[in-house]
């Protein structure tokens, strides 16, 4: 349920998951219950922060601000952070961004990345192929690749347990739109049943 599934009996899978709109903002917009801002070195910003900068979009309870010349430069979110951006939401206890193309890590999460174009006027009535899973720490590179460390990987909806790829390391290619994975177990209905050194897949229905 937090990442947006709702469950129904209206479609073979169960149910699917809420889609979350996303609104370009021009610029660093930051709203919080309490601002307390620096012209320079680290601000903080506690209680409901949102940052939306372009497609992104970000929340969590507690977030620390750093200028460098009277520029945001970076930020820290921690508690309950949420990072939104088109195709992507991640759940995460903490996570630090550069501003200026919000590469950065995040610590132990829930994440979810749309594999199907919602905006594919072949696939407008069916629900978007989605993968989900855990991991313990993801990091994002300036391209909006993201690597995903001690990670789960599947295509199956929440509490099925059919298919699932347990991995040291899974990197998620966006250009490629393509995951490549690394030691690697394939577990069935719970049960390891294969393992991998190198697994490569498809981050679409190609």
């Known amino acids: 349920?937090?990442?947006?599934?709702?469950?129904?009996?209206n479609n073979l899978c169960g149910?699917?998951?809420?889609?979350?709109?996303q609104t370009f903002v021009k610029g660093?917009?930051?709203?919080?219950?309490?601002?307390?801002?620096?012209?320079?070195?680290?601000?903080?910003?506690?209680?409901?922060?949102?940052?939306?900068?372009?497609n992104k979009?970000?929340?969590?309870?507690?977030?620390?601000?750093y200028r460098v010349n009277g520029k945001i430069k970076t930020i820290e979110l921690r508690d309950h952070l949420v990072f939104n951006e088109p195709y992507h939401r991640i759940l995460a206890k903490k996570g630090r961004f550069l501003v200026q193309d919000y590469?950065?890590?995040m610590s132990e999460l829930l994440y979810r990345i749309t594999l199907d174009d919602p905006n594919n006027t072949l696939l407008s009535r069916l629900d978007p192929l989605t993968a989900w899973g855990k991991a313990c720490l993801a990091k994002r590179d300036p391209k909006g690749n993201i690597t995903l460390?001690?990670?789960?990987?599947?295509?199956?909806?929440?509490?099925?347990?059919?298919?699932?790829?347990?991995a040291k390391e899974i990197n998620l290619l966006k250009k490629e739109s393509k995951g490549?994975?690394?030691?690697?177990?394939?577990?069935?209905?719970g049960l390891p049943l294969v393992y991998l050194p190198y697994?490569?897949?498809?981050?679409?229905?190609?």
């Open 1 to 9: 349920q937090r990442l947006g599934w709702e469950a129904s009996q």
């Open 15 to 21: 149910g699917a998951y809420r889609s979350y709109e």
């Open 28 to 54: 660093f917009k930051l709203t919080a219950d309490e601002i307390s801002l620096a012209l320079k070195g680290r601000s903080t910003v506690k209680g409901n922060v949102q940052v939306l900068h372009g």
């Open 57 to 65: 979009a970000l929340s969590a309870d507690l977030a620390h601000i």
């Open 103 to 105: 590469s950065g890590t």
């Open 149 to 166: 460390s001690k990670v789960t990987y599947s295509t199956c909806p929440p509490g099925n347990n059919s298919w699932e790829l347990k």
């Open 180 to 189: 490549i994975a690394k030691d690697v177990f394939l577990s069935v209905k």
């Open 199 to 206: 697994l490569s897949f498809p981050l679409d229905t190609q």
